[in-house]
């Protein structure tokens, strides 16, 4: 059974930055899609950026610019690094894995993605 276990989130004050980390384990192919996902307290999951089975990256509108994802396949790691945060970034983020086989497509939708972590908290606030 696949595994995904985040980590790195914590507190950080307005215009810092994290690296949240995502390790992968029981997936076998390497052509699967992984999203990271936040929620916020009262709001739905939604999408913050996803990587296609060829590593092709894409943002939700608001990060574009500021956050960066990418995958270590030695390590079976997929990293997102956030810089230039803003309180409205604070939530509980998510990773999630989905094989696409050899399709392009990076799912934006939560129903898209059959793995799931249990999440890292980030709050941004000073």
């Known amino acids: 059974q696949p595994q995904l276990v985040e980590s790195g989130g914590g507190l950080v004050q307005p215009g810092g930055s994290l690296r949240l980390s995502c390790v992968v384990s029981?997936?076998?192919?390497?052509?699967?899609?992984v999203g990271w996902f936040r929620q916020a307290p009262g709001r739905e999951r939604a999408v913050v950026s996803c990587l296609n089975g060829f590593d092709t990256p894409d943002y939700e509108d608001s990060v574009k610019g500021r956050f960066t994802i990418s995958r270590d396949n030695v390590k079976n790691t997929v990293y997102l690094q956030m810089n230039s945060l803003k309180p409205e970034d604070s939530g509980r983020y998510y990773c999630a894995a989905v094989y696409v086989g050899e399709l392009t497509v990076c799912p934006f939708m939560e129903g898209s993605y059959d793995y799931w972590g249990q999440g890292t908290q980030v709050t941004v606030s000073s």
């Open positions: 029981g997936i076998t192919s390497d052509r699967y899609a």
